[in-house]
């Protein structure tokens, strides 16, 4: 089975400062993961993913995340935030092949100005 | 552009109710999926579909029945409501084409069990 661990259930910066988001995941066999975010009273959309290749992945608003297969970890970054990335971000692993998301327990993102 | 559209967004039932979630998409897609998602506990797959007529169960299937008569349609059904039903749920759903991994959510069905 699989499993994702979300280590910080809030993570408060100012505007304008880079931020880190960790995510780390458990399984025995290969997987795809993937990073979600949800605004305020909105259904989730997809950040980017990671299928194969590139380690290093761009998503949507300047977000990108590097998958490390031997720390099992998928953390998402970017360089400088804006208060418009207020939101809720959740990470998610499947086994390859598969649509069967496992997410994680999502981490609260609050931008300060 | 209507994507995936859950019915009602809201309701408040009394324990011991029964009650149907509808979720409809336009996009043709194969899978569908029902979540529920609580505070510290994030999405947690109640049951999916992937196709008309085929259903699954998910991580927390209990409590919960699903059917899908149409590929467009997924119905989540509570025959007797209880407190610990109460949640946000989540619909989604996904082409099917493996490995690609992106859900497309509705805006999520928000339910009270008093």
Not at chain 2, 38 to 64: F, N, Q, W
């Amino acid at each position: 089975a699989q499993s994702v661990t979300q280590l910080d259930s809030q993570v408060p910066v100012f505007e304008e400062a880079p931020v880190e988001l960790r995510c780390n995941y458990s399984s025995s066999v290969s997987v795809y993961l993937f990073w979600y975010v949800q605004y305020p009273n909105q259904g989730l959309q997809l950040l980017l993913k990671y299928l194969s290749g590139s380690t290093l992945v761009k998503g949507i608003n300047g977000f990108e995340a590097e998958f490390n297969k031997s720390q099992t970890s998928f953390h998402l970054r970017k360089p400088s935030v804006h208060i418009s990335d207020t939101a809720e971000y959740f990470c998610a692993v499947s086994r390859i092949n598969t649509d069967k998301l496992i997410f994680g327990t999502g981490t609260r993102l609050q931008v300060f100005p | 552009n209507a994507g995936v559209t859950q019915t009602p967004k809201f309701r408040v039932l009394k324990t011991g109710q029964s009650m149907t979630l509808l979720c409809a998409q336009d996009m043709n897609h194969e899978y569908m999926y029902w979540y529920r998602q609580d505070p510290g506990m994030g999405l947690r797959l109640i049951h999916y579909s992937v196709g008309e007529g085929t259903t699954a169960k998910g991580e927390v299937p209990d409590g919960y029945n699903v059917s899908r008569l149409k590929k467009q349609n997924f119905l989540l059904g509570l025959e007797s409501a209880a407190p610990s039903q109460t949640s946000v749920y989540f619909c989604a759903s996904s082409t099917g084409q493996r490995g690609s991994g992106e859900l497309f959510f509705g805006e999520g069905s928000r339910l009270t069990v008093l």
